[in-house]
């Protein structure tokens, strides 16, 4: 059975603060690794994908992968209020469905 | 990336009674997937959607419970029939761009079934 595993939160920074979101997975097989935002009541948004091991920064946020641990993180720099929502991690392995955890609930506070 | 359309966006159906629930991309696909996502609770997905085949499903759906259709390489269609209260949820479909593994979601389907 293949599990990707993440804290359910709620997650609470202050406004300002670095925001660190973890992920493990059990398929050494995982090609690809992604990060989902999702509001409440809306769909998911992905706003990083990541492929290799190392850091992928885009903007105020940072993917990093390290396959033999099997760990992905989500850093999110200077937290607003509006970077509050569920974060769901995912990973397939080409050309196939994804795999997601059941989320993490990020609050970040004004 | 992918703009996804669904229709409709949700609906309040009675017991007994079947819905259809379409997608639309505005790029062609090779793979649509079929998600649903209860309250409070992750993304399962239901079937992956491959043009000019039949659906693939994952354990625990069935086709005859969740019939789907994938006419071409921008449309499907997926079908909840013979509904009960359990079905209640919200229903998304998602596209992955040929040749890059990024998958986009559609604004889901938020179905009641009374």
């Known amino acids: 059975q293949k599990e990707v595993e993440q804290n359910s939160g709620p997650l609470s920074v202050p406004e300002g603060a670095i925001a660190s979101l973890n992920c493990t997975y059990s398929?050494?097989?995982?090609?690809?690794f992604f990060w989902y935002r999702q509001y409440s009541g809306k769909s998911p948004e992905l706003i990083m994908f990541?492929?290799?091991?190392g850091d992928k920064e885009d903007g105020r946020f940072t993917a990093q992968l390290n396959k033999a641990s099997q760990y992905v993180s989500l850093l999110i720099r200077d937290s607003q209020p509006s970077d509050s929502a569920t974060y769901l991690c995912?990973?397939?392995?080409?050309?196939?469905?994804?795999?997601f955890g059941k989320g993490t609930t990020l609050s970040v506070s004004s | 990336s992918a703009v996804i359309s669904q229709k409709p966006s949700r609906d309040i159906c009675q017991r007994g009674t079947s819905l259809t629930i379409q997608c639309q991309v505005d790029?062609?696909?090779?793979?649509m997937f079929w998600y649903r996502q209860q309250p409070g609770q992750s993304l399962t997905l239901i079937a992956t959607?491959?043009?000019?085949?039949?659906?693939?499903?994952e354990s625990g759906f069935v086709i005859d419970k969740f019939p789907i259709s994938r006419p071409n390489l921008t449309f499907s269609t997926l079908t909840v029939s013979n509904m009960s209260p359990e079905d209640s949820s919200i229903y998304l479909c998602?596209?992955?761009?040929?040749?890059?593994?990024?998958?986009?979601f559609g604004p889901g389907t938020r179905l009641t079934v009374t």
């Open positions: 998602s596209a992955g761009l040929a040749g890059v593994d990024e998958q986009y």
């Open positions: 398929d050494r097989g995982s090609q690809s």
């Open positions: 990541i492929y290799s091991n």
């Open positions: 995912a990973v397939n392995q080409a050309g196939t469905a994804l795999i």
């Open positions: 790029s062609q696909v090779t793979m």
């Open positions: 959607a491959n043009q000019g085949s039949e659906a693939t499903y």
